[in-house]
């Protein structure tokens, strides 16, 4: 079965700097996808960035970029100068083949002080 | 603008008082589904479409029913809500092929009393 773990509950970041949001996954898969997304206060699901598993380049998207470890089963998000629109709950997410079902980790609440 | 469109966002109901969340994409998307959000557990499904009359248990999917009589609505149904499904209520949408991640309506917030 996939399980996806977020070993952070809540991460907190100052206004400008940068902060690693951690995840791993574990599947017997060969082809899978792995997402974040985002959810602010208005609880909307966003999608940050996605990652191909067959692809050795980590996908970047402006300030936000991953750390993908395959053989560690590792997909961290980095969010590079931080704003305060990034306070959210941030969930990371994979993908069984193109066709399996979306299966979340428990979400990671990030602050941002100003 | 391409969407999923979810009923009503709010809803406050009694125990055992039938009730439908509905859930409507205008993407001519295949594959729905519906997830439950909790605090501390993130987003389990509960039942998932591949098309028109194709409906399948997610991880969660007692207390639940789905139907998909047609492409773009997937209404979620709960015939006797009890306490334990106050809950976050989210219903998404994509392509077959996922690999580009699913797009999600806003979300139903419900309260069972």
């Known amino acids: 079965a996939q399980t996806v773990t977020q070993s952070q509950p809540e991460m907190s970041v100052q206004e400008a700097e940068t902060v690693t949001l951690s995840c791993t996954y574990d599947t017997s898969e060969s082809d899978y996808y792995l997402f974040w997304y985002k959810q602010p206060p208005s609880r909307q699901m966003i999608l940050v960035i996605r990652q191909e598993a067959y692809k050795q380049q980590n996908a970047t998207e402006n300030r936000f970029s991953v750390n993908f470890q395959k053989a560690a089963k590792s997909f961290s998000l980095k969010i590079s100068d931080s704003q305060l629109g990034d306070a959210a709950m941030y969930f990371c997410a994979s993908l069984r083949g193109s066709q399996g079902n979306l299966i979340f980790g428990k979400g990671t609440k990030l602050s941002v002080k100003p | 603008e391409a969407q999923v469109t979810q009923n009503p966002r709010y809803l406050i109901t009694v125990t055992g008082k039938k009730l439908t969340v509905t859930c409507s994409q205008n993407?001519?998307?295949?594959?729905m589904s519906w997830y439950r959000q909790d605090p501390g557990l993130g987003l389990r499904q509960i039942y998932y479409s591949m098309n028109v009359e194709v409906t399948d248990k997610g991880d969660v999917p007692e207390g639940y029913k789905v139907s998909r009589k047609e492409k773009r609505n997937f209404p979620l149904i709960l015939e006797s809500p009890s306490p334990n499904q106050t809950s976050l209520y989210f219903c998404?949408?994509?392509?077959?092929?996922?690999?580009?991640?699913?797009?999600f309506g806003s979300g139903t917030r419900l309260t069972v009393v």
């Open positions: 993407m001519n998307h295949e594959y």
């Open positions: 998404a949408s994509s392509s077959i092929r996922r690999n580009y991640g699913y797009t």
